[in-house]
């Protein structure tokens, strides 16, 4: 995950680094490595050596400014690093580059609110851990039930209403390409839009009698559609925190506690009317379920990860009803850590995935849409003029407006 972070004002480049240092030696979640052990995959400790490397280098790097597209090209494998890094744009603006395998969105806010405690100088810790409490073996048993039924009722309604051609009425940009080793890296597009222009999307959200990220999936839904005429059916990933599910969670526990709600979209029915029913079903906790019926089928870690690599293989298309997104949207929300919004004047991001990948968060007032597309599976300006069509339609514009797209901060 790449996190641009616009500070307010210049940073002081040597305080920073050193408290990003402190927090990376002051918490032994921050330097683990996630390796093969036995049937599955466990975190284990970075030599102490090892660290001290990886921490030299960053600083040598951090010395020099790097171009934000150049930095976007990198890829280093799982465990070739520590599982956050950092580097230095320009003095206001600043890449924190994480391992998806280590944690997600929240988690990296959490992170990135102890190291901003540690370079204002303040000394009290964040209190890390969540709501959610252990519960008796009964009301476990009750839960579990109570999911699974939901679960059950969710699979056979998608099924149902996807029918036996979702594979080619689908909305599908990358039109059945084969998946392939990346060469051609990722394009990434950000929208950075006003308070004006903020609130604006937020009222067009609630007069819809949708959330934001229920309008954004909307807006896209209906964007993707005007894109491909002769397609009847979107499907949307959302991917979903589960931090809440976990009893005794801490954000300081490495692990990418994501679910995904599943939305799929049809031509000839209302569209905000089907959103508002998808989500309905993170109520019912069924992002939380999939996940583990999928791993309980699975048996094991390694036959789970080879099932997801077995299919990230195929193309798009040929993973339906489930797996064959037209989009991902990935809204973290509002962003109400006190240090971020003291320092940052505005902050996005991106992962890097097989589909178009859009997230969507607020500080201060303003939000941002960053989108990131794999080259080898789409073509990039494609993909951005339905980006661009849906970041009009959040905002109330006609479909095919372009002001948003023209306050574009990246494009690699």
Same mark, same amino acid.
């Given at each position: 995950? *790449? *996190? ?15 408290? *990003? ?25 970075f030599?102490d ?12 790097q ?12 990198e890829y ?25 395998v ?13 190291w ?10 964040s ?18 039930? !109570? ?26 940009l ?19 839009? !006003? ?5 604006a999307?937020i009222?067009?959200?609630? !007069?819809?009698?949708l ?24 499907c ?8 809440? /599910?976990i ?12 679910? !995904?709600?599943?939305?799929?979209? *049809? ?30 089928f ?10 997801f ?5 195929l ?31 505005s ?10 990948f ?10 941002t ?6 080259r080898?599976? /789409? ?14 339609l ?19």
């Amino acid at each position: 995950m *790449f *996190f641009t972070l616009t500070f307010a004002e210049p940073f002081d480049q040597e305080r920073l680094l050193d408290s *990003f240092e402190r927090l990376i030696w002051s918490r032994e979640s921050l330097r683990v490595r996630f390796v093969e052990a036995g049937r599955g995959y466990q975190w284990i400790p970075f030599s102490d050596a090892d660290v001290r490397r990886c921490l030299t280098y960053q600083r040598r790097q951090f010395e020099q400014p790097v171009a934000r597209e150049t930095l976007f090209r990198e890829y280093l494998p799982t465990n070739m690093a520590l599982p956050l890094r950092v580097a230095r744009l320009d003095e206001q603006r600043l890449v924190l580059v994480v391992n998806h395998v280590f944690g997600n969105g929240l988690t990296t806010l959490y992170w990135l609110e102890e190291w901003l405690r540690l370079y204002s100088g303040e000394t009290q810790p964040s209190e890390s851990s969540e709501d959610a409490s252990p519960k008796g073996f009964l009301s476990s048993v009750i839960e579990a039930i !109570s999911g699974l039924m939901w679960l059950s009722c969710y699979l056979i309604q998608f099924v149902s209403r996807a029918g036996r051609r979702a594979g080619q009425e689908t909305v599908d940009l990358s039109r059945g390409i084969r998946p392939a080793p990346h060469q051609k890296g990722y394009a990434v597009k950000t929208y950075s839009m !006003s308070e004006q222009e903020t609130e604006a999307a937020i009222k067009r959200s609630r !007069s819809l009698g949708l959330s934001v990220t229920e309008a954004i999936c909307a807006a896209m839904a209906e964007a993707l559609l005007e894109s491909q005429p002769d397609k009847s059916r979107v499907c949307i990933s959302v991917p979903t925190d589960l931090g809440a /599910f976990i009893p005794k969670f801490s954000r300081e526990r490495p692990g990418n506690y994501t679910g !995904s709600l599943i939305l799929q979209i *049809f031509r000839e029915r209302e569209t905000k009317a089907q959103v508002r029913s998808g989500f309905q079903w993170v109520r019912r906790r069924v992002n939380y379920w999939l996940p583990r019926l999928l791993g309980t089928f699975a048996g094991s870690e390694r036959k789970l990860r080879a099932s997801f690599a077995q299919k990230a293989a195929l193309p798009i298309p040929d993973r339906a009803p489930f797996e064959n997104f037209s989009c991902a949207v990935s809204g973290v929300g509002v962003i109400r850590e006190r240090l971020i919004r003291k320092y940052l004047h505005s902050i996005s991001a991106h992962t890097r995935t097989q589909t178009i990948f859009v997230c969507a968060m607020t500080i201060n007032g303003r939000m941002t849409l960053e989108v990131s597309v794999p080259r080898d599976l /789409f073509d990039a300006e494609e993909a951005f003029r339905v980006t661009d069509a849906a970041a009009a339609l959040l905002s109330g514009k006609a479909i095919g407006a372009s002001a948003a797209a023209n306050r574009t901060t990246a494009q690699a």
